[in-house]
């Protein structure tokens, strides 16, 4: 019974109905005040961190977790064609690879020791964000093919995936 939950809640309507619940919910900007959940956080203080080597250490984890989420996928997807066992990854992915939840890691500054980042990041910061604007996307995508069960497709898409998160590394990560 649960599966058929995590089914429904990815369904196109349950996305749109979820997309619109959050711009529903999020407060309106001021006339003429620009405001923006992919602004580049200056200060550890615009952030939820409490320090500017605690968002370095949580930004590389949580990104090496995605990776690994990514890993998982292949194999439910693509070698068992399990999407019941896929769903909440699926879900899980779409959630912790969004550019509200990682971008505030990423303050201005931060590619010193310890971090594999590029100071280009904070040089191209709008190019940066919309990595992660098109790395949602493709997960959607991903999400919307896997439920039509169609292996080809789903694979198609989950190389997507990668090739963005591929995309980002190599213009912005030192290796």
């Known amino acids: 019974m649960q599966q058929r939950h995590y089914l429904k809640w990815a369904s196109p309507r349950g996305t749109a109905a979820s997309a619109l619940a959050l711009m529903l919910c999020t407060p309106l900007a001021w006339a003429g005040e620009e405001t923006s959940a992919l602004a580049m956080p200056q200060a550890v203080s615009d952030t939820p961190f409490a320090s500017e080597r605690e968002a370095v ?69 709008g190019e940066f964000a919309a990595g992660f604007s098109d790395l949602e996307d493709k997960i959607a995508n991903l999400i919307d093919v896997a439920e039509q069960e169609d292996t080809r497709n789903t694979a198609r898409a989950l190389s997507e995936v990668g090739a963005s998160c591929k995309s980002c590394h190599r213009a912005y990560r030192y290796d």
């Open 57 to 125: 250490v949580w930004r590389r984890e949580e990104l090496k977790d995605i990776e690994s989420l990514v890993r998982q996928l292949r194999f439910d997807l693509i070698n068992n064609q399990d999407l019941e066992a896929a769903m909440p990854r699926l879900l899980k992915l779409q959630e912790r690879a969004s550019a509200d939840r990682l971008l505030p890691a990423f303050i201005e500054g931060t590619h010193g020791s310890g971090s594999e980042a590029r100071a280009s990041i904070w040089e191209e910061w």
